[in-house]
């Protein structure tokens, strides 16, 4: 059978697409971490969680220290093999270097529900909200505490200026720009719950917030 050179270029065309189309795809499935895992269940069952949903423990989600809200990851448990897939939507765990905290349906889908925890890889499936990078990927988290926010930048500079140390930023949200009063940087939680502490005891109150990376 003879192929017209014009239909031989299409079908190679459309083969080169396929196979490019192929290496993405496999390209998304990229190792970002191992480590422990452990889940959470009853206790915060209809808690809010990080991003403003309301936690559902029969909802295959997963808490992460700095990976993007929305982003979907594959967990594998190494000890049988058997993969759950996870959207992001929550923080932590903060609890003996664990790299994630999954709900407890995604719990049962790779068989630790019973033993608690699990040593894990985590594979990226999608991105989330922002760009997955090497640092929210392998959990490199930064805190600092909002002390203020106001809908005039001249306010919050004059909020800032009463506390030594602390800055003001803009923050564009949905519905329109915030200025917060933010103060310090600090690499863990704990450091900023103290810094917080102090804080206090001068008559400033605040929270400790994640910085997103």
Known sequence: MNIQPSLLLIILFAFLVSSCATVRSTGTMEKLDTGVASWYGSKFHGKLTANGETYNMNDLTAAHRSLPFNTIVNVVNLDNG????????????????????????????????????????????????????????????RF??????????????????DIRGSRVQEVR?????????????????????????????????????????
């Open 82 to 141: 058997k993969s759950v897939q996870v959207r992001i939507n929550d923080r932590g765990p903060y609890v003996d270097n664990r790299i994630i905290d999954l709900s407890r349906e995604a719990a049962r889908k790779i068989d630790m529900e019973n033993a608690g925890i699990a040593r894990v890889r985590l594979e990226l499936i999608k991105e989330g909200d922002r760009p997955v990078t090497r640092n929210n990927a392998r959990s490199v988290e």
């Open 144 to 161: 600092t505490i909002q002390l203020a926010s106001f809908n005039s930048k001249s306010e919050a500079r004059r909020a800032s200026r």
């Open 173 to 213: 949200t949905a519905n329109n720009t915030v200025y917060r009063v933010y103060y310090g940087t600090y690499r863990n939680k704990r450091n900023a719950d103290r810094a917080l502490a102090r804080l206090k005891q001068h008559g400033h109150d605040g929270f400790v917030k994640q910085l997103e990376n």
